[in-house]
């Protein structure tokens, strides 16, 4: 069975940093591309970044770039997401989801349950 | 960015309707479109791929097409387990974009 399992979302004021972790199981992760996906309260789905099965491409948002550094431990079958500088506007829901370009039926369809960032003093 | 416009935002519908969602690219996307589903407190659940094809293990009820730069996710006799929030995500450019949303309630 797939699994991808969240961790590392608390309460943190802005300007400070927060490192999220996904933790995968049930598939050939270092196979598969991976991304994150956030949701802010009450909002929609916004997308955050992307890597490569290797980890050599990433791609982020505009309003992340520099800030947010996504990577990837395929020994340890592991997703990241290094938040630096977080603003208020960050607080959401951050789901890890298998996701890359093309039309692999397999992209985007496991997702974490998602780990909650607030971003508040 | 290439905006996809989701339309509607609200769709009230009864048990057993036909209903009929769509996404506009503001470029093109190719069949890059994806379409999910989600319900309260849970996570996205991937319904369509490569605009038209099904998902592993949903109903055969939801179908997806395309004309032009349209995309639609049509569900045919609706149940009460499809009462949810429906988006499209395009990822054939970066930065991928999701539409707004769509409310599917019981009218």
């Known amino acids: 069975e797939v699994q991808l399992v969240e961790s590392g979302g608390v309460l943190v004021q802005p300007g400070r940093s927060m490192k999220l972790s996904c933790a995968a199981s049930?598939?050939?992760?270092?196979?598969?591309?991976m991304a994150w996906v956030r949701q802010a309260p009450t909002k929609g789905l916004e997308w955050v970044a992307t890597?490569?099965?290797?980890?050599?491409?990433?791609y982020y948002r505009d309003s992340v770039k520099g800030r947010f550094t996504i990577s990837r431990d395929n020994a340890k079958r592991t997703l990241y997401l290094q938040m630096d500088s977080l603003r208020s506007e960050d607080t959401a829901t951050y789901y890890c989801?298998?996701?890359?370009?093309?039309?692999?039926?397999?992209?985007?369809?496991?997702w974490g349950q998602g780990t909650l960032v607030t971003v508040s003093s | 960015d290439i905006q996809m416009t989701q339309s509607p935002s609200s769709l009230p519908a009864s048990l057993g309707d036909r209903v009929t969602i769509t996404c506009r690219a503001s470029?093109?996307?190719?069949?890059?479109l994806r379409w999910f589903q989600q319900k309260p407190g849970k996570s996205p659940r991937l319904m369509i791929y490569?605009?038209?094809n099904l998902a592993a293990g949903v109903p055969s009820r939801f179908s997806g097409s395309r004309s032009g730069s349209d995309y639609s996710l049509t569900i045919n006799s609706l149940e009460s387990e499809d009462m949810a929030i429906y988006y499209c995500?395009?990822?054939?450019?970066?930065?991928?974009?999701f539409g707004g949303g769509t409310k599917l309630e019981l009218k």
């Open positions: 989801t298998t996701g890359g370009p093309g039309y692999n039926p397999n992209w985007f369809a496991y």
């Open positions: 049930g598939f050939t992760f270092s196979t598969f591309p």
């Open positions: 890597i490569s099965t290797s980890g050599g491409s990433t």
């Open positions: 470029q093109d996307i190719g069949n890059y």
């Open positions: 490569g605009a038209t």
């Open positions: 995500l395009q990822h054939n450019e970066y930065p991928w974009t």
